[in-house]
């Protein structure tokens, strides 16, 4: 069995004439990325094993520099590629804390017990990140906080959360 891969980010320009590549992370307040770390790079369909020359950060973006890549010519192939580490490369959590992709695909309920649905992906907006969960008929938005979020049990494959008032009617 291969091991489940975690994209972090999206290479989304380049950045000079060197060869060093923008990284917008899914997580801007993730630090997994370093120097001489192993990465895969996905595009159109293929899988690339890499690994990172340099690492630093750039305004709200990380530049990274990978080996073998000399200049901005053969840096501008990666563009639209999704870096991506393997699962255990990630630095261990505390109790109680997960890496929000291991909240796709958890059920959502209602502290009340209702279904909502299940967690479809992770929208990070500047006003603050999203759950985006499909339900029967209809898609919700499902923002990330401590006073929606109640509860996230990844055992059971749940998530229960106390949706304020109109939330589920948006």
């Not at 307040?29 to 120097?35: D, K, P, V």
């Not at 770390?37 to 990274?64: C, D, F, M, W, Y």
């Not at 009340?112 to 299940?118: D, E, F, L």
Request: charged share 20%; proline share 6%.
């Amino acid at each position: 069995m291969s091991e489940r891969l975690v994209p972090l980010g999206e290479i989304v320009a380049t950045h000079g004439i060197e060869g060093w590549l923008k990284l917008r992370l899914y997580n801007p307040e993730s630090n997994t990325l370093s120097s001489s770390q192993a990465i895969l790079l996905e595009k159109a369909g293929l899988t690339t094993p890499q690994r990172l020359k340099a690492v630093k950060g750039h305004s709200s973006r990380l530049l990274i520099l990978l080996d073998g890549v000399a200049g901005i010519d053969e840096a501008k192939k990666w563009v639209g590629a999704i870096v991506s580490v393997a699962e255990a490369q990630l630095p261990p959590l505390a109790p109680g804390e997960y890496y929000y992709y291991q909240a796709v695909g958890l059920e959502v309920f209602a502290t009340n017990g209702a279904r909502i649905g299940v967690v479809e992906r992770i929208w990070s907006k500047p006003g603050g990140d999203l759950y985006v969960v499909k339900g029967d008929a209809k898609e919700y938005l499902i923002p990330v906080t401590k006073e929606i979020v109640e509860k996230i049990d990844l055992a059971a494959g749940k998530m229960i959360i106390n949706p304020p008032e109109g939330l589920l009617e948006l």
